[in-house]
């Protein structure tokens, strides 16, 4: 799964920016969960960060409505 720090970028890293906001991502993981979007949400619970990318996950339940 992915997740979210605060952190320094190194020569390592992709940085890009949205509506002021920098992002870095390690170059290797960038090729593996390309596209990655990144959206703030409100829910009933609360708001945050929500992550979506086209990182696979062994193990996990896709979309063929079988679980």
């Given at each position: 799964?992915?997740?979210?720090a605060?952190?320094?970028?190194t020569p390592?890293?992709?940085?890009?920016?949205d509506?002021?906001?920098?992002?870095?991502?390690?170059?290797?993981?960038?090729?593996?969960?390309?596209?990655?979007?990144?959206?703030?949400i409100t829910?009933?619970?609360?708001?945050?960060?929500?992550?979506?990318?086209?990182?696979t996950?062994?193990?996990?339940?896709?979309?063929?409505?079988?679980?």
């Amino acid at each position: 799964s992915l997740g979210m720090a605060l952190d320094e970028s190194t020569p390592n890293d992709e940085v890009f920016e949205d509506q002021g906001v920098t992002y870095l991502i390690e170059k290797g993981l960038f090729e593996k969960v390309k596209p990655i979007a990144v959206e703030f949400i409100t829910t009933p619970r609360g708001g945050g960060f929500k992550l979506t990318s086209g990182l696979t996950q062994e193990g996990a339940c896709g979309s063929c409505s079988s679980c």
